[in-house]
Every structure is written in structure tokens, then in C-alpha cells.
């Protein structure tokens, strides 16, 4: 198997969690467990005495999304309804873990490949998703870099070139180890009709990396929205993939009533973008062995374009 851009440089271990806070933040001390419950690209994550949640950078690369996510933390209002991280902790670097580490209260919950969602439930949580992005979306470009927030530039996934070159490396690897059977003509139209698109220059405050695994549900309610690492400055349409990816299209008019207009080409661009994040993640599912992760992401492609599986 090949190295994967969400590959770990470093093994981050309960035991080093462990002596990583007993070291800085004595007053947590006793420290009765250290669970580890999740990893995504960039960050292992423990729960800690069964009410805060630690996430420790786990290569080089995270650190600079985990500082832009603490400014960005300090500084977000809040939203009704949806939780997100309230930074609790801030750790620093040590000669035994290179890399600075965060800690906050748990947001209690399940992400939303995990949490057994019924189509009724899905549909009825878009109006919540659809108040937080209307909220997130009216925060403009320069109200963000007030903050701190500073643009991704060429990797930005508003980059429809950028997104289409890593689409179509993930797409080689997926038919490599024959995950699936994607149908070669399909996905070129959707590359042509991607390439034609003509983004307006409106960019706002976006989460940059909305997909099911971020999305929190309690119950079967949406009440948080976590892993706020690569924020950005950029169209709209980057946060709008998950509207097509995670819910179906014949609940998408009830998003537009309650977040208002979006311009044609930014929702275009936004379904294209949900084939992107969908593939990413059946890769990435299946480098970790997640077969919820896996059947979620094969149901996202198949709500936007059955045609490009083949059976």
C-alpha cells in the first residue's frame, strides 16, 4: 500500500496522551482514562475522564490547520442549535511529541456516518444545516480576516482545477485496489461540465471541510459541527457539497428556503464537489478498515450520479 496524504509521521499513543497532559495541565490530574476514539487526516482524538475531548496532530502537516483552527475557535459566534468546539486547552510541543495539541468539552453525539440516520431524520435535520450556514456564510471577506482567518489560495477547493487533479488521483487508486468499478465516460462528463464552470467572486467564511464525519448528531437531531481546521476564505459552494452528498435532492429546495439564493454555478460546482469529498472518503474509509465511513460514501455517489458505479 501506497503513503496517503492522511498517513500518521507520528504514533500518538494513550500512554504519550497521558504524559502529554499530566506534564502541562496538572489540575486535570487524577487522570482516571484516556480513550482513543477516532482519527481523521490529520489528528488522533481521546476522550479524557469521559468529558473532554483531546485531538493531537499525528503529522507535520496539521499543525498549521490546528493554529488557524484555535484563532478561528476563539473567535466564531455562536450558533443556535449547533454546538461547536470550545477550546478548553492548548498544549505546546515537548521533547517526547513535537506538535502543539488542543483540548475542549465534548460535544456529545455521533458523527453522521455513524449515527444510524433514518431518510426522515436526514430530511428533517437540513433545516438546522441550512440556519448554521446561512449564519457562517453571511460572515464576509473581510469581516474573516478580521479574525484571523487567512485564504487557502491555490489549495483552496474553490480551485476547481486543484479539486479535479486530486479527484482524479484518488479515482485511479480507488480502481488500482479495485474498491469499485467506476465507469470511465460518466466521470469524464462530470470532469468536462466541472471544468466549464465559472465561479463568481463572492467568497465568505466557509468550514472547508463539511462531510458527514463532521456533522454531529445527538439522537437524531444535528447539534454540532466540529474539526474546523481548514477554514477558509472562498466561494460558498465549498460547505454546499455536503447538501448533496449527505441529504437527497428532493430535500435540497427545503435548504434554499430557510438559506436563501445560491448563484447557479456555485450549486453546480457544490454537487461536483460532493463526488469529490464522496470519493475521497471511500478511499480513505477503506485505508481505515471503516465500513460505515465506506457505505456512506458509496450512498453519497449514488444520490448524485448512480450511473458512475458500476455493478
Known sequence: MGTEEWHADIQVTETLVKNCLREQFPKLTPIKE??????????????????????????KAAVALMEQENIILKNLPTFPGVAIPILKYIGRPTPFYPYPFQGY?????????????ALDDRISSITTLALFLKQLHSINDLQARTIGIKPQGLGSRSNIEHVITILEERIAKIRVRSICNVHRGYLEQEIITA????????????????D??????????????????????????????????????DCHSKFFEIYGEVKPEAWKY?????????????????????????????????????????S
Open 34 to 59: 484516556v480513550k482513543y476514539i477516532d482519527e481523521g487526516w490529520d489528528n488522533k482524538v481521546f476522550l479524557v475522564n469521559n468529558k473532554l475531548i483531546f485531538r493531537f496532530p499525528q503529522r
Open 212 to 249: 458527514c464525519r463532521h456533522l454531529i448528531f445527538s439522537g437524531k437531531n444535528l447539534t454540532g459541527v466540529i474539526d474546523w481546521g481548514d477554514t477558509d476564505i472562498a466561494n460558498r459552494a465549498v460547505d454546499l457539497g455536503v447538501i448533496w452528498s449527505f441529504y437527497p435532492s
Open 105 to 117: 468539552t465534548i460535544i456529545p453525539g455521533l458523527s453522521g456516518h455513524q449515527a444510524n440516520l
Open 195 to 210: 471544468k466549464k464552470l465559472a465561479l463568481s467572486h463572492d467568497p465568505c467564511l466557509v468550514h472547508g471541510d463539511l
Open 270 to 310: 457544490a454537487r461536483f464537489l460532493g463526488l469529490y469529498s464522496a470519493f475521497s472518503l471511500m478511499l480513505y474509509g477503506v485505508d481505515l478498515n471503516d465500513a460505515m465511513l465506506v457505505t456512506e460514501a458509496t450512498n453519497s455517489i449514488m444520490r448524485i450520479n448512480p450511473s458512475l458505479i458500476i
